[in-house]
């Protein structure tokens, strides 16, 4: 910082660091995804889209795409979360 014509140099206040260890935070909706990705009415439509990825990645040359199999998926993920997810925020 420069005042009428001298160089005063500006320090910022400085700031303590917390001893305590805070607690690492978990989303609860990563938690019921995992989950519900697992149960058996969203299984069969993740191997849809496993067996969608795996025909696209063995094709040089495809105008396929999965957006169908994971809009699927991931609807059946989201409806199961969307039942729990509620009661275990705070």
């Given at each position: 910082?420069?005042?009428?014509?001298?160089?005063?140099?500006?320090?910022?206040?400085?700031?303590?660091?917390?001893?305590?260890?805070?607690?690492?935070l978990t989303d609860p909706q990563d938690?019921?995804?995992?989950k519900c990705s697992e149960k058996k009415?969203?299984?069969?439509?993740?191997?849809?889209?496993?067996?969608?990825?795996?025909?696209?990645?063995?094709?040089?040359?495809?105008?396929?795409?999965?957006?169908?199999?994971?809009?699927?998926?991931?609807?059946?993920?989201?409806?199961?979360?969307?039942?729990?997810?509620?009661?275990?925020?705070?």
């Amino acid at each position: 910082m420069v005042v009428s014509g001298e160089v005063v140099a500006v320090t910022e206040p400085k700031v303590e660091e917390e001893e305590e260890e805070e607690e690492e935070l978990t989303d609860p909706q990563d938690e019921l995804k995992e989950k519900c990705s697992e149960k058996k009415e969203c299984v069969s439509l993740k191997e849809k889209l496993d067996e969608c990825n795996a025909r696209v990645e063995g094709r040089s040359k495809t105008a396929e795409t999965c957006v169908e199999e994971i809009i699927d998926f991931m609807h059946c993920v989201d409806h199961c979360v969307s039942k729990t997810l509620f009661a275990k925020l705070k």
